[in-house]
């Protein structure tokens, strides 16, 4: 079992910044592989970045270059680094921990935090 907490959303400019961070609490964190997904309002949840326990990264085409997503395991913390931030950026993010072992695939999702990109 693994209890996700997200933090650092909140309301910045078009062209600004946000580092949203994901504390990992309950089970071996540095086995799973992290995530961060969005879900704007009247829209799916869609990928934004991943990263594997082994520190492999990727990231959805409409990001690249702008965000960055990073792991402390040492912290147990997840980091989505978010520059240039745009107005369709805005939605509530959420984490994502993930793991496949022995033929079973375990999913657990945070609260996820408010990002709101306007002026």
């Known amino acids: 079992q693994v209890q996700l907490v997200e933090s650092g959303g909140g309301l910045v400019q078009p062209g600004g910044s946000l580092r949203l961070s994901c504390a990992a609490s309950?089970?071996?964190?540095?086995?799973?592989?992290m995530g961060w997904y969005r879900q704007a309002p009247g829209k799916q949840r869609e990928l934004v970045a991943t990263?594997?326990?082994?520190?492999?990264?990727n990231y959805a085409d409409f990001v690249k270059g702008r965000f960055t997503i990073s792991r402390d395991n040492a912290k147990n913390t997840v980091y989505l680094q978010m520059n240039s931030l745009k107005p369709e950026d805005t939605a509530v993010y959420y984490c994502?921990?993930?793991?496949?072992?022995?033929?079973?695939?375990?999913?657990?999702w945070g609260q996820g935090t408010q990002v709101t990109v306007s002026s």
């Open positions: 990263i594997t326990s082994g520190g492999s990264t």
């Open positions: 994502n921990a993930h793991r496949y072992l022995y033929g079973l695939t375990y999913d657990y």
């Open positions: 309950g089970s071996i964190f540095s086995m799973y592989d």
